[in-house]
């Protein structure tokens, strides 16, 4: 359990990470150059890690690449709602919901897979929900934003990633570790081609700057995505997704540091919470 809550714990701030690099992107470069660059960079380093330290995946066929499948269109389906929200909507609003599919990935747990939450347990995540709205949201802008625009594929990412870190969980029961991350990172790419065609979308080329910034958030996502999954493997999805989400924490301090933007109070407190919530969280696993 203890190995569940350090693999937790590096995918969070892994993600934070990605999270910094992407919101410097996401103004620049359109959904569909986004996720190529960052798929085709989070491949190569996905592979090169999963091989060098975790093993050499194998073959696998019928119902297995059957779910690898699934898994992989619900996750890109995720992004490119997650996305297409962030074009039409105020970031403001769709950063704070964003943490929200942890109440997807927790109810799937306790129903399908008979996982308990105790009272500290339910506190954590309510911790986490809270202090990532606060260091998310700001409210001088959501008072004047329309919620409808944007937000319809907002709740769309929440259903698809929440479902995705579940069927995550099957997915490693059934062909291990190795096979799982580097199955289900390769499985996005052609789905990326198809979903364009389908949408009648453009790849558009993005400047040097900008591809090296898409692509570190790809790597950072990549390597956090392969510390997921070895979390999930080792712990309760219930207790690993509230801390994997908790990457707000790591990019807010990113932003005050390397990007100088003033930390306010209530991103403060709500760091603070976070930060609270996932020892809390931590505490039960361990």
Known sequence: MEQGVVFAVLAMVLWGFEEFFLKQAIDNIKTFSTLLINTIAGIIIGVLFTITFIGTPSLIGGQDLLLVVLCSTTALLGYIFFYTALERQEVSLIAALDESWIIVTI?????????????????????????????????????????????GYEVM????????????????????????????????????????????????????????????????????FGFAILAISRADVSLVAPIIASTAIVSVLLAHLFLKEHMTLQQAIGATVLLASVITLSTIIA
């Open 107 to 151: 109810i799937i747990a306790v129903v399908f897979f008979g996982e308990r939450l105790t009272l500290l347990h339910m506190a954590g995540i309510l911790g986490v929900l809270i202090g990532a709205f606060l260091i998310s949201a700001k409210f001088e802008q959501l008072k004047r934003i329309t919620f409808i625009s944007g937000s």
């Open 157 to 224: 990412s929440i259903l698809f990633i929440g479902v995705t870190l579940a069927l995550d969980k099957i997915i490693i029961d059934r062909i291990g570790e190795a096979n799982a991350i580097i199955y289900l990172l390769v499985g996005v790419l052609p789905l990326i081609f198809i979903a364009k065609t389908v949408m009648r979308e453009e790849f558009v080329r993005p400047t040097r700057k900008m591809t090296i910034i898409v692509a570190l958030s790809g790597i950072f996502d990549s390597l956090a």
